[in-house]
């Protein structure tokens, strides 16, 4: 064949098998048979071989999986990934109704969708060609799992319209595969998949995309990323969008006027679900209008907007054998039940931890019983109750030890608290946990370093504090049990890598009491630099919105204790970044910025800025960008053809600037 003519057969043959794809993995209605397609796929792949320079990053024959990756890079979300507050009843549906009804008024509608229970993936594209996807990891920094998505033939390597813009969504294995899947590992002797989610999960983390492309994974995707920039106004039109673009949705969404249509919903699908093809493991409920979604607006973790409903859980008996005792990072002993092992919800489980000693008076707990058992939100193993009728008088009480089962100093109870603790800071088992946590993904998020390679580096004295980790040496690991050069090697250069990270995934592996993964990014944010923070006075402190007089005092008499101050200087002398490194939310030190506090929407075409850049400069400066005009918007940055949004600022009386007076501003 001649040059031209194969170059206008593999156009056509790629369109063609996209189209087909497209019918009947999107829309589940194949126009041609199975054997057509093989045919064309397979006339594409021999002339593609032969002329290599016609195979484009779009083409069908990319979907079989690429080469094998060494290690998944880091994705950062240009908009974070939240996720879900939890309902489990009527009563807390009603609740979150009542919530929305109070921030929006009456007029509201909701859109109820399946929570298919698979990970949560993000897609982007640009001019309609996809060029990235990535997993939520905790929200703000995912892994760049392209290779693996590419090989989902129900996700688009091409849009129909050359748009760029970034969308969510489930990724799932359907119970077919699923079960297929569990059928030939068991054949092989290998561990089965617990559920169709880690079977999904285990199958995007290969970094061989040939091991993706085999396990007939499949998408919904149910969000854009920054609806702002795509003029619709509620999110079934952005589903329809989505549907428009060639993206999968779920089709079993429904729209519901009232919370009494939702419950109606919610319980149509608890028998139901077990006839869907693919798992689900609950219902979301989403207020439609995009408008009074930013009135709502997020909690730190999830939108209040939304809500998951979760089915209830399944419920096993098994004998309880055992308590044992745990002393965590800050000291606190908590007894654990230890169980015969039992299945539940796919996985086995074997212990469940029972809190505090209260908690097991309250439930009458006695080692030897009969306990029922199910999984908090399909996760977290707990004993439920007690099956006192199957007791036979050879039950035994437990309670708690006077000493800590580690470094056996004498436990207390601090001012009220229910929990017992260890109060010696040189307590091995907090010295441990401290680690463990320093290492988690919310604080220092180094790949490689479990609590299994914590606990195995503490025990052979190689850490014995945080700075510790890193003075790790190459001679040291390769030692360590089950440790190969390679995988060595690639925890020093994840160890390396954390040391860039923004200053609030160190102030919250630090461990300061009360202060969680968003109170740090807070810290971080209103500081800038771990100094700035160490020299804040309580009253400072205290004056930050979100940070509570507890918290204040608490961060306060940390950066007071000798030993803080010198792992910090520890730290910093290893090479450990000190500094916040995302956008500010106050002005800049010593800028009197106009943005300052102000919530401003950007609408129409920017020509001399693109729009990330805008919204980044913005925020730079102090403001918040956010993606449709409301009553609470200060400003609207008008660009060329702006539409509905410039209808509404000028109908609320609220001001607008062109490009050329937001450029005016930045410059002063
Ligand atoms: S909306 C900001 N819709 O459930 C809210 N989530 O915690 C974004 N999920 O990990 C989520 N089906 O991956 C939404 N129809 C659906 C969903 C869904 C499954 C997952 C999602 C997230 C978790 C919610």
């Known amino acids: 064949m001649e040059q031209v003519q194969a170059e206008k057969r593999v156009k056509e043959l790629q369109d063609l098998l996209n189209q087909y794809n497209y019918e009947y993995h999107v829309l589940d209605k194949p126009s041609v048979p199975d054997s057509e397609y093989d045919r064309l ?31 998944f890079e880091k994705v950062q979300h240009r908009t974070p990934m939240l996720s879900l507050g939890n309902a489990f009843n009527e009563a ?56 693996n998505l590419r090989t989902i033939k129900s996700i688009p390597l091409k849009l129909t319209e050359p748009v760029s813009l970034e969308v969510r969504g489930e990724a799932y294995m359907p119970k077919r595969s699923f079960h297929a899947l569990n059928e030939i590992k068991e ?3 290998e561990e089965p998949f617990a559920n169709p989610r880690n079977a999904a999960a285990g199958s995007l983390r290969q970094l061989d995309p040939k091991i993706a492309a085999s396990r007939n994974l499949d998408v919904f995707l149910y969000a854009i990323g920054d609806i702002g920039t795509t003029g619709v106004e509620s999110h079934s039109e952005g589903l329809e969008l ?26 149509s699908w608890v028998e139901k679900r077990a006839s869907l093809p693919y798992e689900i493991d609950g219902i979301v409920i989403k207020v439609d209008s995009l408008q009074q979604q930013e009135e709502l607006g997020t909690t730190a973790k999830s939108p209040r907007w939304a809500i998951a409903y979760k089915f209830p859980a399944e419920e096993v008996v098994t004998k309880l054998t055992g308590i044992e005792l745990t002393v965590g990072r800050t000291g606190v002993v908590t ?31 006695k080692i030897g019983d009969y306990v029922v058992i199910k999984k908090a939100g399909d996760i977290i193993p707990e004993v439920v109750k007690v099956l006192a009728e199957k007791r036979t008088g050879e039950e035994q009480s437990f309670s708690m030890p006077k000493e800590c089962p580690e470094c056996h100093s004498e436990l207390v109870h601090l001012d009220g608290e229910v929990a017992v603790r260890c109060i010696n800071p040189k307590c091995p088992a907090q010295i441990r946990e401290g680690l463990i946590h320093f290492v988690s993904r919310d604080a220092m998020n180094i790949d490689g370093l479990g609590e299994k390679v914590i606990t195995q580096l503490f025990k052979e004295n190689l850490i014995e504090d945080v700075a510790d980790i890193y003075r790790l040496q190459f001679d040291q690991l390769v030692n360590l049990e089950r440790m ?23 102030l919250f592996g630090l461990g300061i009491r009360h202060v969680g993964a968003k109170a740090a990014k807070i810290l971080a944010q209103e500081f800038g630099t771990i100094d700035h923070l160490r020299l804040a006075t309580v009253e400072q402190l205290r004056n930050i919105n979100e940070i509570g007089e507890k918290m204040a005092d608490s961060i306060h008499s940390y950066f007071n204790l000798e030993e803080a101050i ?64 409301s009553k609470k918007t200060d400003l609207v940055i008008a660009g060329e053809d702006a539409g509905s949004k410039l209808t509404k600022a000028e109908q609320l009386g609220i001001e607008v600037w062109n490009e050329e007076r937001f450029l005016e501003e930045l410059k002063s």
Do not use: W
């Open 242 to 267: 989505l549907e428009k673009l060639g993206f999968k949705t779920n089709k079993e969404r429904r729209v519901c006027p009232t919370i009494d249509d939702v419950l109606e919903y919610v319980n």
């Open 187 to 189: 054949v092989n002797g």
């Open 566 to 629: 010198e792992v910090i200087e520890e730290l910093k002398s290893l090479g450990i970044n000190m500094e916040y490194k995302g956008p500010r939310i106050r002005a800049l030190e010593d800028v009197d910025s106009y943005f300052a506090g102000k919530t401003i929407v950007l609408t129409g075409k920017l020509l001399q800025l693109s729009r990330d850049e805008a919204k980044e400069k913005i925020e730079l400066y102090g403001g918040k960008v956010t993606g449709s005009v």
């Open 92 to 147: 807390d549906l009603r609740d979150f109704d009542r919530k929305v009804r109070q921030a929006v008024g009456d007029r509201y509608q909701y859109v109820c969708e399946l929570k298919i229970d698979g990970l949560a993936v993000s897609l982007r594209y640009e001019d309609g060609q996809f060029v990235q996807g990535a997993t939520r990891g905790d929200g703000t920094i995912g892994e760049d799992i392209t290779a």
């Open 335 to 365: 007894p654990t039940a230890i169980l015969e092992p039992v299945k539940v919800a796919g996985t086995t489980v074997k212990r469940a931890s029972l809190h505090n000693e209260d908690l097991i008076r309250e439930k009458d707990i």
């Open 484 to 506: 190969g050069e390679k995988s060595a090697q690639n925890l020093l250069d994840a160890i390396e890598k954390s040391k860039e990270n923004s200053l609030e995934k160190l």
């Open 41 to 71: 796929l397979k006339e594409l792949i021999q002339l593609e071989e032969k002329y290599p320079h016609l195979k484009t990053p779009d083409s069908p024959t990319g979907r079989v999986g690429g080469n094998v990756l060494d290690a």
